[in-house]
């Protein structure tokens, strides 16, 4: 802390420790002194820490018949730390919500690699490693984040957004690598057929045999991967295993899945 009067400043120490932060909370400070003449003299009080605040103003007043006032409390706050949160994507594919301390707001990544700023979020300069979320139906959940700010300046945080792939592999038979007309749909793990409902698509034509079914599915779930051949009767089954994890990615037990 300091004291201010004119063009003079002197220092002052901090000499108990405690609130509002690590350096102590009672200050001395000597050597204020009156004006010429033996003068009244205003000494302005303050205070201003990074990480712990900026003190109100205060003041003393020196004099001959008082050369050492009483004591001035200093009231410190904590300074406000404005953040914006940059998104961007490779391939947009909807809306992005950002969470961070609180509060929300989302927009949506209009050009490849082109950022898009949020809102100004805001934080305090004591406030450290605060987490922030990202979140949008049609991206991978990218790692968690924090931030601490390193001043009491504006803080831009870039993010990028991975669009999620869609669940793609092929339909085969024992004597056919490519089967189509097939239909493949996403079922619970339980499932010992093919279920009524759920994420489906069709192998398509010209002999591939492929399927691609968007991955909109519940994260951190596991399930199973269902196929039925084309015809009446009893048409050939199978399945794979279909794993989506927490980021929303996804594995396959196997890209083929075969039916008999």
Not at 89 to 109: K, L, M, Y
Request: negative net charge; charged residues 5%.
């Amino acid at each position: 802390m300091k004291a201010t009067s004119g063009g003079d400043e002197i220092l002052g120490n901090l000499v108990e420790a405690g609130a509002p932060g690590p350096a102590g909370n009672t200050y001395s400070i000597a050597g204020l002194e009156v004006g010429p003449n033996g003068a009244d003299r205003v000494w302005n009080l303050s205070y201003d820490v990074f990480t712990v605040g900026v003190s109100a103003p205060a003041s003393v007043t020196v004099t001959s018949a008082s050369p050492t006032p009483a004591s001035v409390p200093l009231t410190v706050s904590a300074q406000t730390i404005n953040v914006t949160f940059n998104v961007q994507s490779a391939v947009p594919s909807g809306p992005v919500t950002i969470s961070f301390n609180g509060d929300s707001d989302t927009v949506t990544p209009v050009t490849a690699n082109v950022a898009v700023p949020t809102k100004t979020f805001t934080m305090l300069e004591t406030q450290t490693a605060l987490p922030y979320t990202v979140s949008g139906n049609g991206y991978l959940l990218p790692p968690a984040g924090s931030i601490s700010p390193a001043s009491r300046s504006a803080i831009v945080q870039p993010v990028t957004v991975v669009t999620r792939p869609s669940i793609t592999g092929t339909v085969a038979t024992a004597g056919n690598p490519t089967v189509n007309n097939a239909t493949v749909r996403v079922c619970p793990a339980s499932a010992t057929a093919i279920c009524a409902s759920g994420p489906s698509a069709n192998t398509g034509g010209g002999n591939t045999g492929v399927f691609t079914i968007p991955d909109l599915i519940t994260p951190a779930t596991t399930y199973r991967l269902w196929a039925v051949g084309p015809g009446g009767g009893t048409p050939p089954t199978g399945f794979v295993t279909l794993t989506v994890a927490a980021d929303r990615s996804y594995t396959l037990s196997n890209s083929t899945i075969t039916i008999s």
